[in-house]
């Protein structure tokens, strides 16, 4: 075996022999060892993550970013549509106190349909109606098709804002303004 001439730093020391064949092989090695280090010191190991992290808050992001995406692709659309659903049912738990069955049981007792407009979950884009709710009280009223929760919405959603534009409806032509262009 030929030895290290002192004093030579190792890359110009052609007389030392090759650890590794290949650079391949000094990387797996490279990663055993980092490995190795990492579980002997651990906190030493974890706090310079962590130093890393707060002084590279953007590339942490990245990384991520990068990371999630990775995964998601990698997933089955059943596997997606289960965490969808997974999702819907925490957020409708935190929002309302619901759970699935709930939305099968009102879903149900509506005959299948938006509680206003009669149009059915596979009319939606997303297959599902929205719960309604009162936002004074946040009780739930009922499940509504998107549209219908958005109109509800917009005119205030109040007995009064309601018939407010029950009466602009009713009135609009007759009463509150004598109006120029008839459409006929
Ligand atoms: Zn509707």
Not at 78 to 87: G, H, Y
Not at 136 to 152: D, E, F, I, K, M
Request: charged share 30%; glycine share 4%; aromatic share 8%.
């Amino acid at each position: 075996m030929p030895r290290l001439t002192p004093g030579v730093p190792r890359k110009y020391n052609r007389t030392a022999p090759l650890k590794y064949k290949t650079p391949e092989e000094a990387k797996e090695a490279q990663k055993r060892n980092a490995r190795r280090w990492h579980l002997k010191n651990r906190d030493r190991s974890y706090a310079a993550t962590r130093a890393w992290q707060a002084r590279n808050p953007e590339k942490v992001r990245q990384n991520n970013l990068k990371w999630s995406r990775a995964k998601r692709a990698k997933m089955t659309i059943e596997e997606r549509k289960i965490i969808a659903n997974k999702r819907y049912e925490e957020a409708i738990r935190r929002k309302y106190g619901m759970g699935l069955n709930d939305y099968e049981q009102v879903l149900k007792k509506q005959n299948n349909h938006c509680a206003l407009c009669f149009r059915t979950p596979n009319q939606e884009r997303y297959k599902r109606l929205n719960w309604d709710h009162d936002p004074q009280t946040g009780q739930v009223r009922g499940l509504l098709c998107t549209p219908c929760n958005h109109a509800l919405g917009v005119l205030g959603d109040s007995p009064k804002g309601l018939t407010r534009a029950l009466t602009y409806v009713d009135n609009i032509h007759s009463t509150l303004y004598n109006w120029p262009f008839h459409a006929q």
